[in-house]
T-cell receptor, first 116, second 114 residues
Framework: AQKITQTQPGMFVQEKEAVTLDCTYD???????LFWYKQPSSGEMIFLIY??????QNATEGRYSLNFQKARKSANLVISASQLGDSAMYFC?????????????FGKGTLLTVNP | NAGVTQTPKFRILKIGQSMTLQCTQD?????MYWYRQDPGMGLKLIYY???????DKGEVPNGYNVSRSTTEDFPLRLELAAPSQTSVYFC?????????????FGPGTRLTVL
């Protein structure tokens, strides 16, 4: 069965600095997708970035980039130039490919606090 | 587009009561999902649907029922509310046509069962 592990319950970063949020995954399926979602205190789930298992390059979306190390089964989120509005819970999630593309498996999340 | 909308935003139920959580999406997505999020945890899949008239169980379906009569709507029914169903409920939708099949979430319904 697939599994997502986020080992950092909480992280602190100074405004304007970069921060890396860790995510490791476990699956034997060669086809999968990895997602990062942001959940601010207001509660909604906001999609940030996606990485496919066959993608050759690391995904980037503005200040977000995904450090994908397939051999190590890690998909860390890097936020550059942190802003106060980045303070939120961040969830890593995985979806298996093929016919089972209905389920996202979520990690427990990391609470990021950006200090001024 | 409004995206995924959910009603109500908050609800308090007594043990044994029933209610329906509403979910509507206007993105013409075929796939829809219901998740629950317990305090300090990630989301867990309750039920999902790959199209109108087709539903299936997720990871934690006990105590819930769903129906999908239209592409847009995917209501979640709680028949006999229990304190263990106190949680935040999220509806999501996605389109399998895209390469990423990204799931887009509604704002959530916070349910308390007393």
């Amino acid at each position: 069965a697939q599994k997502i592990t986020q080992t950092q319950p909480g992280m602190f970063v100074q405004e304007k600095e970069a921060v890396t949020l860790d995510c490791t995954y476990d699956t034997s399926d060669p086809s999968y997708g990895l997602f990062w979602y942001k959940q601010p205190s207001s509660g909604e789930m906001i999609f940030l970035i996606y990485q496919g298992s066959y993608d050759q390059q690391n995904a980037t979306e503005g200040r977000y980039s995904l450090n994908f190390q397939k051999a190590r089964k890690s998909a860390n989120l890097v936020i550059s130039a942190s802003q106060l509005g980045d303070s939120a819970m961040y969830f890593c999630a995985m979806k298996l490919g093929g016919g089972s593309n209905y389920k996202l498996t979520f990690g427990k999340g990391t609470l990021l606090t950006v200090n001024p | 587009n409004a995206g995924v909308t959910q009603t109500p935003k908050f609800r308090i139920l007594k043990i044994g009561q029933s209610m329906t959580l509403q979910c509507t999406q206007d993105m013409n997505h075929n796939y829809m999902y219901w998740y629950r999020q317990d305090p300090g945890m990630g989301l867990k899949l309750i039920y999902y649907s790959v199209g109108a008239g087709i539903t299936d169980k997720g990871e934690v379906p006990n105590g819930y029922n769903v129906s999908r009569s239209t592409t847009e709507d995917f209501p979640l029914r709680l028949e006999l509310a229990a304190p263990s169903q106190t949680s935040v409920y999220f509806c999501a939708s996605s389109s399998p046509r895209g390469a990423t099949d990204t799931q887009y979430f509604g704002p959530g319904t916070r349910l308390t069962v007393l």
